[in-house]
């Protein structure tokens, strides 16, 4: 099916451009916090990957967001619609994955200093996750047909 400017890969690509700046920041403090580990000569806790980890999740969200917007065979009409409700649904997406990564890096951080605090440190991601589901739900509610 083509689209022309009605496709909506613009979701997706805008939430994976989130996903890897979150996963990047998060990723820089885990190997930071795990060469003050070998410096310590401490055990270098592995944990640290699920806050390395979480902002890959919204990349899904933007995934499906862009199929239901294609799947959708709206009118040729509606492309401007469709394109700004993915740009602008995928920039919310990505921008609580970079922040879910930003928290993930002080979470990291705070837990291979500490050895405490997993539990709290994985609320808070998951409490930033949660801006993205929502996005994703309500604009998926908002998709006519």
Same mark, same amino acid.
């Given at each position: 099916? *083509?689209?022309?400017?009605?496709?909506?890969?613009?979701?997706?690509?805008?939430?994976?451009?989130?996903?890897?700046?979150?996963?990047? *920041?998060?990723?820089?403090?885990?190997?930071?916090?795990?060469?003050?580990?070998?410096?310590?000569?401490?055990? @270098?806790?592995?944990?640290?990957?699920?806050?390395?980890?979480?902002?890959?999740?919204?990349?899904? /969200?933007?995934?499906?967001?862009?199929?239901?917007?294609?799947?959708?065979?709206?009118?040729?009409?509606? /492309?401007? /619609?469709?394109?700004?409700? !993915?740009?602008?649904? $995928?920039?919310?997406? !990505?921008?609580?994955?970079?922040?879910? $990564?930003?928290? $993930?890096?002080?979470?990291?951080?705070?837990?291979?200093?500490?050895?405490?605090?997993? !539990?709290? /440190?994985?609320?808070?991601?998951?409490?930033?996750?949660?801006?993205?589901?929502?996005?994703?739900?309500?604009?998926?509610? @908002?998709?006519? !047909?």
């Amino acid at each position: 099916m *083509v689209q022309g400017l009605g496709d909506m890969s613009i979701s997706l690509a805008v939430a994976a451009i989130g996903s890897a700046l979150g996963t990047g *920041v998060a990723g820089m403090a885990a190997v930071g916090a795990w060469k003050r580990a070998f410096m310590l000569n401490k055990a @270098a806790p592995f944990i640290l990957v699920a806050f390395v980890g979480a902002p890959l999740s919204q990349t899904i /969200y933007g995934m499906i967001l862009r199929n239901a917007i294609q799947s959708a065979n709206l009118p040729p009409e509606s /492309y401007i /619609y469709q394109m700004l409700l !993915g740009l602008f649904a $995928g920039l919310a997406i !990505g921008l609580s994955a970079f922040m879910q $990564g930003k928290a $993930g890096a002080k979470a990291a951080d705070a837990l291979a200093e500490t050895g405490k605090g997993f !539990g709290n /440190y994985i609320m808070v991601v998951g409490v930033i996750e949660t801006v993205a589901l929502f996005v994703m739900v309500f604009t998926l509610t @908002a998709i006519p !047909g």
